[in-house]
């Protein structure tokens, strides 16, 4: 089991009404760990989407718009079965 940390936490009062309703005494600490799990991990995608868009937006500005790799891998597998099927 991982080291754990004791914490206060303030919640609008309405919401914790809720939470209190909705799960056992025993369990919030559970839920709002995986609430908070969940919500890292959205924050850690949306930081990696924005530095790939910044990436792109790099590419673009130092190449301008590039072609496709679709057309060149299908013209570099044409040339490769011409030379599978000549070589006999």
């Known amino acids: 089991m991982s080291e754990t940390t004791r914490v206060t936490l303030i919640f ?5 009404e809720e939470v209190k309703q909705m799960v056992p005494a025993g369990k919030r600490s559970r839920m709002v760990v995986e609430a908070l799990e969940i919500e890292i991990q959205r924050r850690k995608r949306l930081a990696q989407v924005k530095r790939l ?3 792109q937006q790099y590419l673009f500005d130092k190449y301008g718009e590039m072609s496709s790799s ?4 299908n013209q570099m597998r ?7 099927t000549s070589v006999r």
């Open 12 to 16: 609008p009062s309405d919401l914790w």
């Open 70 to 73: 679709v057309e060149e891998l």
């Open 78 to 84: 044409k040339e490769r079965d011409v030379k599978i």
């Open 53 to 55: 868009r910044e990436f």
